[in-house]
Nanobody
Framework: QVQVVESGGGLVQPGGSLRLSCAAS????????MGWYRQAPGKQRELVAR???????TYADSVKGRFTISRDNTKNTVYLQMNSLKPEDTAVYYC????????WGQGTQVVVSS
């Protein structure tokens, strides 16, 4: 069973940047379509960025132009570069396949606040 571990979250001021990482186990990682999801307090988990096995990327409208998803298959890792962060980006961020069918990791907390 593939497992994922997210890292890189923290407290950042509005307009700041963070880079999240998601390390996955498993030898067939490169075949997976992967996504970054987030869940804000009181809200449902949502997919914010996706990268398929050919590295084609798609983004939610709320993050388009500010977030960049990428992957390094040699390291079984997916990244989320987040720039121009806003308070509404505050959430716990998770990675998973798309559609999400792996066991969810613990996520990494991102807080955008002055």
């Amino acid at each position: 069973q593939v497992q994922v571990v997210e890292s890189g979250g923290g407290l950042v001021q509005p307009g700041g940047s963070l880079r999240l990482s998601c390390a996955a186990s498993g030898s067939i990682f490169s075949r997976y379509h992967m996504g970054w999801y987030r869940q804000a307090p009181g809200k449902q988990r949502e997919l914010v960025a996706r990268i398929d096995s050919l590295r084609t990327t798609t983004y939610a409208d709320s993050v388009k132009g500010r977030f960049t998803i990428s992957r390094d298959n040699t390291k079984n890792t997916v990244y989320l570069q987040m720039n121009s962060l806003k308070p509404e980006d505050t959430a716990v961020y998770y990675c998973n396949r798309d559609p999400a069918n792996l066991t969810w990791g613990q996520g990494t907390q991102v807080v955008v606040s002055s």
